[in-house]
């Protein structure tokens, strides 16, 4: 086998391995299936010009994924169909008692002791709901990381930032979709506050 | 007198330290091995944390099976041509 076959071996292996993941991650930033389906296909294609860009092999993963929202940021960003996303809020390495602190004390109660129940219940249409209203930097870092299962380090590779502020998105953007979930259930009259064993603040 | 031996090779970290860490820990990104013990063994003593991670763990869960989708045979059949072609 020649190099080069042994090269487009190894890229349709591995493009076909993240076919799912790519195309749910294209999805959830695009919008309509219709743009997912071409944002994968030109990210596939500048992927395989760009191949030689890919230095190591055993990160592909966040390699392919760093093409495929560079190509949104470039071609499909302003055209996405996308439900109205909550205030961005900046990274910083701010810690948690500063991110409770700006939280409704209601919330805070619930989420001190949140009841399991309630999260067995949610529909995955509340979760996909509640993922979609997350400003695109934490909603990227949510799904590639909880979404696709790359680590902190591939995430950050994929989007272009660095570790930390992937960590702060995740503590952030996970903060922010579990108020989400709460605010579809409390505006359903399915959530109260809960008890008042709180943590400190 | 084991229980306290155990219990002082451990920094006795509160509810925020370990809120903090939940996420790193939860995603397998906690590394330093004293930060997971100290995580853990506020875990094994703190209902309430321990409640909270058991439903950040069900939430990371029902979050990887919504949030994941399969990708349509006709996009399948699109990216095989354009394999061919390459």
């Known amino acids: 086998m020649t190099e080069q076959e042994d090269i487009k071996v190894f890229f349709s292996r591995n493009i076909e391995e993240a076919m799912d993941a790519l195309y749910g991650t294209a999805l959830r930033l695009a919008g309509t299936g219709a743009d997912a389906e071409d944002l994968v296909a030109e990210s596939v294609s500048k992927a395989w010009s760009a191949i030689e860009t890919l230095q190591d092999r055993s990160r592909f993963r966040p390699w392919i994924f760093r093409i495929l929202h560079n190509c949104f940021v470039s071609n499909y960003r302003r055209k996405a169909v996308r439900p109205t996303e909550l205030p961005y809020p900046e990274d910083g390495d701010d810690g948690l008692a500063t991110l409770l602190n700006e939280q409704p004390d209601e919330f805070l109660i619930w989420w001190a002791n949140p009841e399991r129940e309630f999260f067995n219940n949610v529909l995955g249409d509340a979760i996909v709901a509640a993922i979609e209203q997350l400003p695109e930097a934490f909603r990227a870092a949510i799904l590639l990381i909880n979404g696709e299962g790359l680590t902190y380090d591939e995430a950050a590779e994929a989007l272009g930032v660095p570790q930390g502020t992937i960590r702060s998105r995740m503590k952030r953007g996970r903060t922010m979709l579990q108020k989400a979930l709460w605010e579809q259930a409390r505006d359903a009259g399915l959530a109260g506050p809960g008890d008042t064993n709180r943590h400190d603040k | ?86």
Request: proline share 2%; hydrophobic share 30%; aromatic share 6%.
């Open chain 2, 1 to 86: 007198m084991n229980s306290k031996t155990e219990s002082d090779k451990h920094e006795d970290i509160g509810c925020l330290q370990a809120i903090e860490a939940f996420y790193a820990y939860l995603d397998g990104e906690l590394e330093d091995p004293k930060s997971i013990s100290d995580f853990e063994h506020h875990m094994s003593h703190c209902r309430s944390c321990f409640s909270r991670s058991d439903v950040e763990k069900l939430l990371t869960e029902r979050m990887r099976q919504s949030a994941s989708s399969e990708a349509p045979q006709e996009l399948r059949g699109r990216i095989r041509r354009l394999m061919d072609e390459l």
